[in-house]
């Protein structure tokens, strides 16, 4: 059975939503702000954390980036009533992996939270299955049609979070936030030209291709 922190200073909030997740079969496990919420993680299992952004002593956005300073990669989903493009966008750059704005529809977080598992266990597995393209990140090998091909690092690194989210569209400045160093002296260029390399590499696979979206960045898109 999977445990979620529910990270909400609002008690009648955190009540519904545990709840909610208990009658859908999680456990649930419950903190009022950041400080709370790392001292919950420090003495229990949690497979995932649904947390607010406005909060005492420590809000969503500390708490997020110190956590994955820590080096933790439990999914996050911010669910808040901030609802601003520059909110949003903090959000995602500080680390969370979803972003929902109050009030919640409770199916939609239910399949956000179940998207957000199984990603998750993706990630522990480190291996990918799209169609019949499987993906090894321990060696960064892609097979395909009966042939393996081994990609370079980054490329590797860019096509798994791509095909780990079909469909979201990832910024230049996240990929470069996410696969170079901050001091590094890589250009968006650098990025365009990687993602170059993939389309050329897979652009007649049966299972998914690369698209641009226009003036954001780009997505990987299931062929059905």
Same mark, same amino acid.
């Given at each position: 059975m999977f445990t979620i922190l529910i990270v909400e200073d609002n008690a009648n909030t955190a009540r519904l939503m545990e709840v909610v997740l208990s009658q859908n079969g999680y456990e649930t496990l419950r903190a009022s702000d950041g400080v709370k919420a790392l001292d919950a993680l420090a003495q229990n299992h949690?497979?995932?954390i649904l947390l607010d952004i406005m909060m005492p002593n420590m809000d969503g956005y500390e708490f997020t980036k110190i956590l994955r300073e820590s080096g933790s990669q439990i999914p996050i989903l911010m669910v808040t009533a901030k609802d601003d493009k520059d909110d949003i966008r903090k959000g995602f750059l500080t680390g969370t992996d979803d972003y929902m704005v109050k009030p919640v529809d409770e199916i939609e977080m239910l399949l956000r939270i179940?998207?957000?598992?199984?990603?998750?266990? #993706?990630?522990?597995?480190?291996? $990918?299955?799209?169609?019949?393209?499987?993906?090894?990140?321990?060696?960064?090998?892609?097979?395909?049609?009966n042939e393996e091909l081994v990609l370079p690092k980054k490329e590797f690194q860019i096509l798994f979070k791509f095909l780990s989210y079909p469909n979201k569209t990832f910024t230049r400045h996240q990929l470069m936030d996410e696969f170079w160093d901050a001091d590094s002296q890589t250009e968006e260029r650098t990025v365009d030209v990687h993602i170059n390399r993939l389309?050329?590499?897979?652009?007649?696979?049966?299972?998914?291709? #690369?698209?641009?979206?226009?003036? $954001?960045?780009?997505?990987a898109v299931k062929k059905e």
């Open positions: 949690v497979d995932l179940q998207a957000l598992l199984r990603r998750a266990k #993706i990630a522990a597995d480190k291996k $990918l299955v799209i169609g019949g393209t499987v993906l090894d990140y321990d060696s960064f090998t892609i097979t395909t049609n389309r050329e590499r897979f652009k007649n696979s049966p299972d998914f291709e #690369i698209v641009t979206v226009r003036g $954001l960045g780009y997505k």
